[in-house]
């Protein structure tokens, strides 16, 4: 029987690294995605990644399973996330006007967009890339704390309690912002939305 | 219920994590009210192309940074860490207290007893010194040696 994430985390704090290596292997692909998500920048997300690992690992002494494993471990990402997004909207207005166009990579990333590159499937390759684009566009354009509030709710299954808790406000408010973002979400996918809600 | 009221319930209706017990009013309220129910079913859409997003995954030295991140940490040390000592400085110090205590519990013969009373050499030294000027005294070598019957001469004199 496979040991929960707090019996893993306490016998992390007891001085069992393959414990460690286990938590690491178990929440890596999670972590990396939901930052990812949250940044927008693969590379930046794989950073405040690995240092929530690390901040998890100096933790470990301290470590008291009072709350779920999970909830203390995306509070982390989500603080981090969080302050990497502020940073990064002073910096993006720097960015220059002649910037190289971006398109999205299969693996998620971005590439610069090479007009010459004559892909067999390119219009398809192009129509799915522009769904896609759409929905990430539509989540990046979510004021910060409700795009975590999407994120953790989304693709991280914690209930309303845990979210909560990470985002520091009640569940209440949790679920005012989440109401407001999927208002948000549903204006600004409406023509995928139209398609999508078809019988 | 009020519109105003489905807008706490309206997407743990749409996820499926209501509560049971609110179950049956949003579902009376949707089957009443077109624009809720319009609402819950884009929703339910939105939902639906949330999931189109791919899943990447870590690049390959991901883990390796991580570990090493982790290898660089210096041990902790708390409040209670300096009492933890490596166990040849703990053996050390328990052997030079063991043989504290025991020359201080078991007295030997004592000091040894005094040879020379140190008031007494002080006294003597003047005494050494003179005795020491005047060996070295210059114009007492040069007189004469005394004569062995000083004593007999002054008995002829009187």
Redesign the interface.
């Known amino acids: 029987m496979a040991r929960t994430d707090v019996q893993l985390m306490l016998d992390v704090k007891a001085g069992d690294e393959a414990s460690?290596e286990l938590l690491?292997?178990r929440y890596?692909?999670p972590l990396?995605?939901f930052l990812?998500?949250m940044v927008r920048n693969?590379e930046q997300a794989?950073d405040l990644?690995?240092e929530v690992?690390?901040r998890v690992?100096?933790a470990r002494?301290d470590y008291v399973p009072s709350a779920k494993f999970t909830t203390w471990m995306f509070r982390i990402a989500t603080n981090l996330a969080l302050n990497s997004v502020r940073d990064n909207r002073y910096h993006k207005l720097e960015d220059s006007m002649d910037a190289p166009v971006m398109v999205d990579a299969?693996?998620?990333?971005e590439k610069v967009l090479d007009v010459a590159d004559k892909h067999p499937n390119i219009e398809q390759h192009l129509v799915e890339g522009a769904?896609?684009k759409m929905?990430?566009r539509a989540?990046d354009k979510l004021p910060e704390k409700q795009r975590a509030a999407?994120l953790l709710?989304?693709?991280q299954e914690l209930?309303?309690a845990e979210i909560a808790k990470i985002l520091s406000c009640s569940e209440?408010a949790l679920?005012?912002l989440?109401?407001r973002a999927?208002e948000s979400?549903?204006v600004e996918?409406a023509p995928?939305?139209a398609v999508?809600?078809r019988p | 219920m009020s519109c105003e009221k489905m807008e706490s319930r309206i997407l743990a209706y749409v996820d499926g994590r209501l509560k049971e017990s609110e179950r049956p009013d949003v579902e009376k309220h949707l089957v009443a009210c077109a624009p809720c129910r319009l609402r819950a079913e884009e929703f339910r859409a939105v939902s639906g192309l949330l999931e189109e997003l791919p899943v990447i995954e870590p690049s390959p030295a991901f883990d390796a940074r991580v570990r090493a991140l982790v290898a660089a940490e210096p041990v902790q040390s708390n409040w209670w860490a300096w009492l933890r000592v490596p166990p040849r400085v703990a053996f050390a110090a328990s052997a030079l207290l063991v043989a504290a205590l025991w020359f201080g519990t078991h007295k030997g013969p004592g000091p040894l007893p005094v040879q020379v009373d140190d008031a007494q050499m002080m006294q003597d030294l003047p005494v050494l010194e003179d005795h020491d000027v005047l060996t070295n005294f210059e114009p007492l070598k040069e007189l004469p040696p005394p004569a062995d019957d000083d004593s007999d001469n002054v008995q002829q004199q009187m």
């Open positions: 460690f690491l292997h890596r692909t990396v995605n990812f998500r693969r794989e990644a690995q690992f690390l690992y100096r002494e299969e693996d998620g990333g769904r896609v929905i990430r989540i999407v709710h989304k693709y209930d309303y209440s679920k005012s989440l109401f999927y979400l549903r996918l995928l939305v999508q809600g």
